[in-house]
C-alpha cells in the first residue's frame, strides 16, 4: 500500500508554462487537499476536495485549478507559472474531511524560473 | 483574524525534556493537531486534542487548554532521531485547519 503518491518529485518550470502536479491515493478517502509550504510560513490551503466530484477553494487558490474526477486522484494545474508560486506543494487527504487525520503525500519541489 | 504562534527555533539535548507552545487564535474552535516533519520530508501525524487535558503516547504528550487557546508538546527522553520540525494546527469552526510555521527543534548530543 503506497498511501499517497506525488509526481513529479521536483520539477523547474519556466515562467509563463503550464504544469499539472499530479496526486493519488490508495487509501479511499473521501477528502484531498493541495497545500504550499513556503519557509517561515505555515502550510497553507489552496484546494480542497470533500468527495469526489466537488472542489472547495482554499486560503490561497488563485493562479491555481484542481479537478476531481474520481476518489484516487486530484491533480493541480498551475496555467501560467510565475516565479511566486515557486514553492513546495503537497498533497495530502483524510477519511471523510478536515476534522479527520491528514495523511501527506512525499511533495513535489517547484522551481519557477 | 486567525493566528497560530510558536517558537521558531527550540534546541535541546540528548536524553532531556522539552516542551513545543502554540497558542491559538480562531473562529471558533473544534481541535488541535501536532505533526512532526523531518526535513525534505511529509509532515506525518502525532497527536489529536479536543478536550482539555494531556494524553500521553509514549515519549510524546500533548496538553490543551480551550479557556487560553494553549496547547504544548512534551517530548521525553529525546533522541537524536526526534530533531524535525513540529507543526501546530487548529481547527476552526468549519473544520479548516489553520497552521502555524513550525518549531525547528534541534537535538544536541
Known amino acids: 500500500i503506497a498511501g499517497i503518491t506525488q509526481a513529479p518529485t521536483s520539477q523547474i518550470l519556466a515562467a509563463g508554462r503550464r504544469m499539472t502536479l499530479r496526486c493519488t491515493q490508495d487509501?479511499?478517502?473521501?477528502?484531498m487537499y493541495w497545500y504550499r509550504q513556503d519557509l517561515g510560513l505555515g502550510l497553507r490551503l489552496i484546494h480542497y476536495?470533500?468527495?469526489?466530484?466537488?472542489?472547495g477553494k482554499g486560503e490561497v487558490p488563485d493562479g491555481y485549478s484542481v479537478s476531481r474526477a474520481n476518489t484516487d486522484d486530484f491533480p493541480l494545474t498551475l496555467a501560467s507559472a510565475v516565479p511566486s508560486q515557486t514553492s513546495v506543494y503537497f498533497c495530502a487527504s483524510s477519511e471523510e474531511g478536515p476534522e479527520d487525520t491528514q495523511y501527506f503525500g512525499p511533495g513535489t519541489r517547484l522551481t519557477v524560473l | 483574524g486567525q493566528n497560530i504562534d510558536q517558537p521558531t527555533e527550540m534546541t535541546a539535548t540528548e536524553g532531556a525534556i522539552v516542551q513545543i507552545n502554540c497558542t491559538y487564535q480562531t473562529s471558533g474552535f473544534n481541535g488541535l493537531f501536532w505533526y512532526q516533519q523531518h526535513a525534505g520530508e511529509a509532515p506525518t501525524f502525532l497527536s489529536y486534542n479536543v478536550l482539555d487535558g494531556l494524553e500521553e503516547k509514549g515519549r510524546f504528550s500533548s496538553f490543551l487548554s480551550r479557556s487560553k487557546g494553549y496547547s504544548y508538546l512534551l517530548l521525553k527522553e529525546l533522541q537524536m532521531k526526534d530533531s524535525a520540525s513540529y507543526l501546530c494546527a487548529a481547527s476552526d469552526s468549519n473544520y479548516q485547519l489553520i497552521w502555524g510555521a513550525g518549531t525547528k527543534l534541534i537535538i544536541k548530543p
Open positions: 487509501m479511499r478517502h473521501n477528502a
Open positions: 476536495s470533500n468527495t469526489a466530484g466537488t472542489t
